[in-house]
């Protein structure tokens, strides 16, 4: 196992080296600081998704520093949604594959019934396929205009109703090896299948909404009229440290369903 900077309960941030060993803005809180170099774990991949981490006393003891500080430090990332405290057993590297972190982010609800009531997305893969980046997905993606990336379309539907037609890009590097046969094949989130076969976990993302027409192919992939409301979602998917791992662009049907955001 790597060893990692020891942070001192009684180290100022800024004193000495410990700011700059841990990668941590000078003067944040050392609390922020344990933060940063569990995060650095994290996407170094010594917990993987789906796995429990140290205890607080065994990394209390790792970076010498009390377990107060390490409480805070994991209580922020459960915050994040990046671990999961599990009553009696410990803390898990938080996965989309649990149930309750599937529909994380999707936020198309039915007016009638709830998402685990409809059951699981039935997905029909369009086509996968090796582009080169255009400037604007580049530019999204934090990529050189002309990269290599995987353009995925899709369409989800529920009770064999399609709700949402998905154009998906992808950065080529990290996802090589991502086939048409590998989407079909697989059953569970997409997101799920990124953390397992590839390495990659999505752990925010950043959404634009507003309302359009559908056009021709619109209207066919998604059984409407042509010119049929629909709602365009865009979303900017980042991995760890803030990195943009996918660039996401949806369709949805709200003539049964809804988009709901709970903010607080």
């Keep these: 196992m790597a ?9 100022q941030p800024g004193e000495g080296s410990t700011a700059a060993e841990s990668g941590a803005p000078a003067f944040s809180p050392l609390y922020q600081q344990i933060k940063g170099l569990i995060l650095r774990s994290l996407q170094a991949g010594e917990w993987k998704p789906g796995d429990m981490i140290p205890s607080e006393f065994d990394l209390a003891a790792r970076y010498k520093v009390s377990q107060g500080t390490v409480r805070k430090a994991i209580d922020e990332l459960a915050t994040d949604n990046l671990v999961v405290r599990r009553q009696g057993k410990g803390t898990f590297v938080a996965t989309h594959a649990e149930q309750h972190i599937q529909f994380r982010f999707l ?23 090796r582009l080169r980046a255009s400037a604007e997905v580049a530019r999204q993606l934090g990529l050189r ?19 949402i037609l998905e154009e998906i890009w ?61 709602l365009s979602v865009e979303r900017l998917a980042f991995t760890y440290n803030d990195t943009p791992m996918e660039l996401r662009r949806g369709l949805y049907r709200t003539d049964a369903r809804h988009y709901r955001n709970e903010l607080s």
């Design 145 to 163: 205009t002309g990269d290599g990336v995987l353009q995925v379309r899709r369409v989800l539907a529920f009770g064999g109703t399609p709700a």
């Design 107 to 129: 936020r198309l609800l039915p007016d009638q019934g709830t998402l685990d009531e409809q059951g699981p997305a039935e997905r029909q893969i369009i086509d996968c396929r």
């Design 3 to 11: 060893t990692s900077p020891s942070p001192s309960d009684t180290t």
């Design 170 to 230: 992808l950065p080529g590097g990290p996802f090589k090896g991502l086939t048409i046969d590998t989407l079909a094949s697989d059953k569970g989130p997409m997101y799920a299948l990124f953390e397992s076969q590839f390495g990659v976990r999505m752990v925010r993302a950043v959404e634009k909404l507003k309302a359009v027409s559908a056009d021709a192919e619109a209207a066919e992939r998604l059984a409407v009229a042509p010119g049929h409301p629909l």
